[in-house]
Structure formats: C-alpha cells, structure tokens
C-alpha cells in the first residue's frame, strides 16, 4: 500500500484503550484523579496535579472553546488531500483540559479564539472514531 495515502491511525496503548472505546460509542471521556479531583487529557498513568494514581474515566461534557488555533492549507500527504484547508485547534474543554483537535466549519475563515465548541465525531473506515469538534449556538 501507498504510505502516502494512508492516514496517521492513533495507537490504542494500555492508557489509551479506554479512551478510544468510548469515542467508537460516541463519548468524550477524560480522566479524573480521585485525589485532587483534577481533570486531564491526554490519558497518563497519573494525576498531573498531584501525581496521584487514582484516575477515574469520566465523560466529559464534550463543551469547549477554542484556545488557539490554526489553518491547513496544504496537506501533509495525499491521504489529507482531499481535507484541506481545515483547522487545528487547541480546544479547552469546559473541565479545565485541553486537547488537539478539528474544528469543522463551513469556512475555515469563520475559526474565531473564544468559539464555543462541541464535539462531533468522525468514523473513519480504518477503525476508529476521531472526537473533533463543531461550533455551537449559545
Ligand atoms: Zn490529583
């Protein structure tokens, strides 16, 4: 298979295996440490406030805002040929983390710092559910 037409898959580890299960049901879920009570994404071992190991999967409202942001234009491979332009963004998610991610929009000129968001997801054929995220009315 042509490499250049094949998309970047996540790997599914140990830490991870729970998140991507509850994006194939459609569920955003982050952990929360049962120490502190801080929230955080991406999945880790531990609490990254206080390095506690009690972490527990919980969902998240799957709200957020746009933190930061940037435009594609030229496609990193053919496979994401078709895509462009689209938008990375930095999403704060209303739980305090933040996270990577796809802000779908009609026109990528629209993508404001601040845009409430929600998430969305994308069911790609290889497999797996992508969390990406779409503006909301408010
Ligand atoms: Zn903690």
Known sequence: MNEMLTRNIPPI????????????????????????????????????????????????????????FTIVRRAVSEAYAAEVPYVVALVELEEGPTMMSNVVVGNVDEIRIGMPLEVVFDDWPEGVSIPKFKPRMV
Do not use: D
Not at 21 to 38: K, V
Not at 42 to 60: D, E, N, Y
């Open 13 to 68: 580890t140990a830490e991870t295996a729970e998140y991507w299960a509850s994006c194939a049901r459609h569920e955003l879920q982050i952990q929360r440490c049962l120490e502190c009570g801080t929230c955080q994404f991406f999945p880790r071992i531990m609490c990254t406030a206080c390095s506690g190991k009690s972490l527990r999967w919980v969902r998240a409202s799957g709200r957020g805002q746009v933190k930061s």
